[in-house]
């Protein structure tokens, strides 16, 4: 297709080169031109992966296409990515190839609530095993735009009103191949609708503003490109758990060459009960931190992790202290390959993940309820995806993906560990949890305007939320499943009118019943008005 459209552009150019030459021999014959090469480049169609470029302001719309989902936990800035029933780690958010992690435990400072619509040149969305950063269910590629020689400036405005208030300002600066990004958020948590605020709904003493703040800096010379970045945020309600997030504090640096990028990131956070009305009886606090060091190329990858989490819980007659998270360190190293061959394209990774907590002290907890217990973990991951699309006419294909991979399961569900109060459910990681394996078959069939996408996977030890009783004390743990998970995803936009429209179907078949955190059926329905002046209106139902 793409390629049959580049030969037309070609026969004028090779005209115009054929004339060219005719007349420097008609004047000269033993004058030679040389002239430079040209290269046709067609792309094929992808099954399980789609770009998308982000304008100011539509992140959060692109991240509800090609079968993926945004699960909003709070308040603007809390927002975490599904598809196709994978969630969380399963789908790491990657920017300009650096991993961001979360350093809490409820991942209140997930990734992708934390990137300026400015800075953003595209968005990628793979649910493949392919990719060298994906995780067991795919990966989301935030690419930032390179800072350009020309002074440029940009800044944007946005303000919220009705059900909640917000202002969300950013600003840039680029000259010399270099840019200063600076971006300022604040707001009020929404209300429902009936009119009632977070402190009718949820117990909170009050109406807390919420706010964030972020300055970047991005360069390049040469093949060297360099960044620094500085994030905070503060006061932002999570009503869906006992704590908030209080503060944030993400550091930033990178430094590149050619396609080698070296990067370290690190993250303090603190959450606590302080914004509800229960705190004056019983008072709660985590302070936790993440380092993530690492190194990165087109063909491989290293990282290093190193997550620790403490918790507080206090009353008028106890105190009570966990190391939450327990000095956990991951190491992590992997390679990829890409070929082809009779028309199947062909992708593979493979590597080790290697967990090790530097606080054995939290043993005897977690062996209370997993006897076999240790401090380390070693895993091998893998993936494999073989894909082949075919058009079956001018305007329509259709393609075909196998896909199998296999990853360490999240450091949380190793080794998490909350004792709390008498009578109550305390929570236990599983060091002796398997490694999940994925093997789904995927197929889409695509038009010019439309796509249509069915899966199916079986997953092999999944992991998912557990009781467990020792004694009289219950606990919440985790456990090993078998998975089924099959649903479609549609795509459909035509002049006015965009609809995506995804489903999943989900069951546990180790007990044969529904699989838990499954998204219902969604449907988004948007007419565009054309643009006049500048200005377009659209009208969005979900």
Not at 75 to 104: N, T
Not at 198 to 207: A, H, I, S, T, V
Request: hydrophobic letters at 35%; a neutral charge.
């Amino acid at each position: 297709m793409a390629y049959s459209r580049f030969s037309f552009l070609l026969i004028p150019v090779f005209l115009f080169a054929l004339s060219v030459s005719a007349v420097a021999a008609e004047r000269d014959s033993v004058r030679v031109y040389y002239h430079d090469g040209i290269t046709v480049h067609a792309k094929k169609q992808s099954i399980s992966r789609a770009e998308f470029s982000a304008e100011k302001g539509t992140l959060g719309d692109v991240l509800e296409k090609n079968g993926f989902s945004v699960i909003r936990k709070g308040v603007f800035l809390a927002q975490d990515v599904y598809a196709d029933g994978m969630k969380k780690s399963d789908i790491p958010v990657v920017v300009d190839d650096e991993r961001y992690q979360c350093a809490c435990p409820n991942r209140m400072d997930a990734p992708i609530s934390r990137i300026s619509p400015l800075d953003i040149e595209s968005v990628e969305l793979d649910k493949s095993a392919s990719n060298l950063q994906a995780g067991l269910g795919g990966v989301v590629l935030v690419r930032r735009s390179e800072p350009q020689d020309s002074l440029r400036y940009r800044g944007s405005l946005t303000q919220y009103m009705g059900s909640f208030d917000g202002t969300d300002a950013a600003f840039q600066i680029e000259k010399n191949s270099h840019r200063i990004s600076l971006r300022y958020v604040e707001g009020e948590p929404y209300e429902n609708g009936d009119g009632k605020s977070f402190r009718e709904l949820y117990n909170y003493r009050e109406n807390t503003p919420y706010r964030f703040g972020e300055a970047s800096l991005m360069g390049k010379s040469g093949p060297w490109k360099y960044t620094a970045s500085f994030m905070y945020s503060e006061d932002i309600s999570f009503p869906y758990l006992l704590m908030d997030e209080r503060n944030s504090l993400v550091y930033n640096a990178s430094l590149s060459y050619d396609d080698y990028k070296l990067y370290v990131n690190y993250t303090d956070h603190t959450m606590d009960n302080g914004l509800r009305t229960g705190y004056s009886t019983m008072q709660m606090r985590t302070d936790a931190t993440n380092l993530t060091v690492g190194l990165k190329s087109d063909f491989f990858e290293a990282f290093y992790r190193q997550w620790n989490a403490d918790n507080s819980i206090r009353n008028r007659m106890a105190s009570i202290q966990n190391n939450m998270i327990p000095d956990v360190n991951l190491y992590a190293f992997s390679v990829r390959k890409k070929t082809g061959f009779n028309g199947i394209s062909v992708a593979g990774k493979a590597g080790l993940s290697w967990y090790h907590i530097g606080n054995g002290d939290v043993l005897p907890y977690l062996r209370t309820v997993h006897p076999g217990a240790d401090n380390d973990r070693l895993f091998p991951t893998f993936g494999l995806s073989l894909s082949h699309s075919a058009s079956l006419s001018k305007s329509l294909s259709l393609g075909a993906m196998l896909d199998v991979v296999s990853e360490a399961p999240e450091a949380e569900a190793l080794f998490i560990n909350v004792r709390k109060m008498p009578n109550t459910v305390w929570t236990s990681g599983n060091p002796e949890l398997d490694q999940p394996l994925r093997a789904t078959l995927r197929t889409s069939l695509s038009s010019e305007w439309a796509k249509l996408e069915l899966f199916g996977s079986c997953i092999f030890n999944y992991v998912t939320i557990d009781n467990a009783t020792v004694g009289a004390q219950r606990y919440l743990t985790y456990s090993n499943i078998d998975a089924l998970l099959a649903g479609a995803s549609l795509e459909l936009k035509y002049r006015w009118l965009d609809v995506n429209a995804s489903y999943t179907y989900g069951n546990n078949e180790t007990d044969n019943r529904p699989l838990i955190e499954i998204l219902p059926l969604r449907i988004t329905t948007t007419l565009t008005t054309p643009e006049f002046r500048g200005f377009k209106l659209y009208v969005r139902h979900k």
